[in-house]
């Protein structure tokens, strides 16, 4: 479901390039629970934002559910993002003006869905993240591991094929941290719901069936987690 | 250097009000390296923003840095911020249009610095959290984690008499957690730093001397940590 060839992404910032990813292959099967480590800087959210479609490589190859990206048009990469991917920002990105039940739909609002069917489905996915009671709540009236829990709520309500989860409990305690790992793992075993998380914890690393690491842009491992 | 007593925070959201904080009596003398953890939702910004004069009680009195704060005007209460307080927050608030150098620099613009003055005590700040070869990037250019230690080097930079951080290692790896804890440390120690640091980590909440947990807007314990 992702495949990238010879990935390369460059910044230039002045007369610096930054060379955040450097010549990587990565190819992950459908109903894999991938996750990422590495130092900061290391690359981790620029490849989470490329396998995402949310930007492109500066060379090499990508394929999403099967798709060529590299001569799809932004409308086109906009449309397989909604059809097939969940996405959980480092910085969760949820809408100011709208509040949570708001914010968990718009994934449903992208689709078309009826009004009635929109506030079903993110009552649903809100309460299975523990936050029934802030359905009305803005962001700006949220602690941060609540904020992340909306962020993480939006991203599982369409059902999406793959989600690609950027620090997805940095801001949850241990208690809420477990939660999330749970329903991330019941998605993956139940309905095949691919997953590739970065994250700074081991313990939540070693939910996922497959480790890898990134070193200044490069992948230095890949390999099984032994005990799952 | 903090004293809160009978402090209560609520809020009202339409017909429901949120009790974020109820009843905290807190006592923070100068040179402690106090750490606070609890559950997601459970006060610990809120408390971290009253203890920062960045938010006002709803009842209950405060004094910081020896000053009563009840009556001071917003005004007075930037002042005192400025003078005594460095601040890491949860999401870390960087101005979006200026680089990591210009950030760094703002609580010195604050109190008139000379330009000459500002750039060699901000870059010795960015240094120290390993982050000179990044002076001249934007927010937006800046990894979660580098944003974070920019973040870190601001609340430092005017060598303040308390420091309230909010998670300052949630989007770091752990060698980095460990660097920001060195120099929380050597700080604390050797200048005599006050530290109040909001964790969601045990093996940085035991970096301090006393750990306080907070469950549902109370204080529920509050223990010296044994070794350090
Ligand atoms: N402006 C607001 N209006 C209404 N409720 C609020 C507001 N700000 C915070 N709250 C509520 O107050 C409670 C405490 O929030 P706070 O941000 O202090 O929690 P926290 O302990 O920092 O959590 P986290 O670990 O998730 O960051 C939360 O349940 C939150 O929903
Ligand atoms: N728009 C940009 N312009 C210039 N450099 C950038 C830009 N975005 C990221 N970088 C740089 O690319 C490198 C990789 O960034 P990335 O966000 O992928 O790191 P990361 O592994 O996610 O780090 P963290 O764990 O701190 O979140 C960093 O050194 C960063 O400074
Ligand atoms: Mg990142
Ligand atoms: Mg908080």
Chains 1, 2 share one sequence.
Do not use: W
Not at 70 to 85: P, Q
């Amino acid at each position: 479901v992702v495949r990238l060839a010879g990935v390369t992404r460059s910044y230039r910032t002045g007369q610096v390039r930054v060379d955040a990813l450097r010549d990587v292959d990565l190819s992950v099967e459908s109903g894999e629970f991938v996750s990422i480590m590495g130092p900061s800087g290391s690359g981790k959210s620029t490849l989470l934002n490329l396998v995402g479609c949310l930007d492109r490589p500066t060379s090499g190859s990508r394929e999403i559910a099967g798709q060529l990206t590299d001569r799809m048009s932004d409308g086109a990469l906009a449309d397989l993002r909604n059809r097939f991917l969940g996405f959980v920002f480092q910085d969760f990105r949820l809408m100011p003006d709208l509040d949570a039940l708001a914010n968990v739909e718009l994934p449903l609002v992208y689709r078309g869905l009826p009004a009635r069917e929109r506030h079903r489905l993110a009552r649903a996915a809100l309460e299975e993240v523990g936050l029934a009671a802030r359905a009305h709540h803005r962001p700006a009236q949220l602690s941060g591991g609540e904020q992340q829990r909306v962020a993480i709520a939006r991203a599982l309500v369409g059902q999406p094929a793959l989600i690609l989860a950027d620090e997805p409990t940095g801001a949850l305690d241990s208690q809420s941290s477990r939660m999330i790992m749970a329903i991330f793992q019941r998605l993956n075993r139940e309905r095949g719901l691919t997953i590739v998380q970065v994250t700074h914890d081991e313990r939540v690393a070693r939910h996922g069936g497959r480790l890898i690491r990134l070193l200044d842009g490069r992948v230095v491992s890949d390999e099984p987690v032994v005990e799952r």
